[in-house]
């Protein structure tokens, strides 16, 4: 591994994974580009002071409470496990949640027996990886059942004879489903998000932090944005506003020679049909275009 520079920002991703290969697409749409080391653990920024460390999912929260990483992307449900699990000891702080790697944590049963409620989990056991989370819901709740901590296949526990619901990370559904199990009750509500360390980053350091936290916010923003460009009458345009599902007022030039005509541009967060178009067609609108945000920088 790379030795760490002082003057260079480092951020930890997922090195395999459902979160990895969306967290390093942010990153190079955030700008940055990236040498790999010879093992593929290390990834050198070329053209900023940011290296990426490749590691487990779980470690991220630790690598940076010691400081050897200033950021990390991480599930949500990773960092407030560890949070939860260190009552009160110095955690990472969530800056930016990310929009991907969505996910819940959730009670399951099997899909015959007697549980049909919440209120039925009373004195049962749970098997799960994310105790802390747990044990934070069953005291929220008023319930009282006994944790069973199991570090992978939680999914088949209860056909172990070792608990009789399980409590784990669920996105489609199909792993359940394929062990019999049904939902009961989500527990805990997840997504990546950029989290940073508890320690006080250099003066230089925090304007990096600064830097990446915008651009990562902006080319989310980015995200199934469109900038539509438009010249119509002026005596169209509060129709032609209502029309648009503009996130803000659009913008508005007078046309020179043109005194009875505007030049329109508004940045929408939905797509524009052609239902849309032609509505605006119908408002007067001309020169219509419908352009994708790549990024955007607040």
Sequence with gaps: MVSAAPDRLRIAVQKSGRLAEASL???RRAGLAFRASRD?????GENLPIDVLLVRDDDIPGLLVEGSCELGIVGRNVLVEQRLAGAGAPAPQELLPLGFGGCRL???IPQSGAIAQTS???GLRIATSYPALLADWLARSGLKAEVVVLNGSVEIAPRLGKAEAICDLVSSGA??????????VTVFDSQAVLASSPREPTAAKAV????????IAGALSGDGARLVLLQAPRAALPDITRLLPSRDLPSVLSL???PDDIAVQALCSAALDWQ????????GARSLMVLNVERMLA
Aim: glycine share 4%; proline share 0%.
């Design 25 to 27: 697409g942010l990153l």
């Design 40 to 44: 593929h653990l290390f990834l050198y």
């Design 106 to 108: 959730s009670i399951a």
């Design 120 to 122: 039925d989990l009373d």
């Design 175 to 184: 792993t359940l489903a394929a062990n019999q199990l049904r939902e009961l």
């Design 208 to 215: 990096q932090i600064e830097r990446l936290r915008a651009r």
């Design 256 to 258: 020179d020679g043109r």
């Design 276 to 283: 849309h178009l032609e509505e605006l067609k119908r408002l």
